[in-house]
């Protein structure tokens, strides 16, 4: 499957999710939520993370 095909399929999950994120604001530099949601749903994609760089920040890289 390449990345489009993922994201087509993933369509409604991913609108989901983003109207969950607008439900639940936090505040800037705060975002300790937001990080740990972020963090699950790349691991399920696949993508190795790397979390709590500086704080709240995620990096995520993907080997094909």
Request: no cysteine; charged share 25%.
């Amino acid at each position: 499957m390449n990345l489009i095909e993922l994201a087509e399929s993933r369509f409604s999950q991913t609108q989901s999710d983003r109207r969950y994120l607008h439900r639940t604001p936090e505040l800037a530099f705060e975002e300790f939520k937001t990080s740990e949601f972020v963090n699950a749903r790349l691991q399920e994609l696949g993508f190795s993370v790397k979390s709590k760089i500086a704080g709240t920040g995620l990096v995520a890289s993907f080997d094909t």
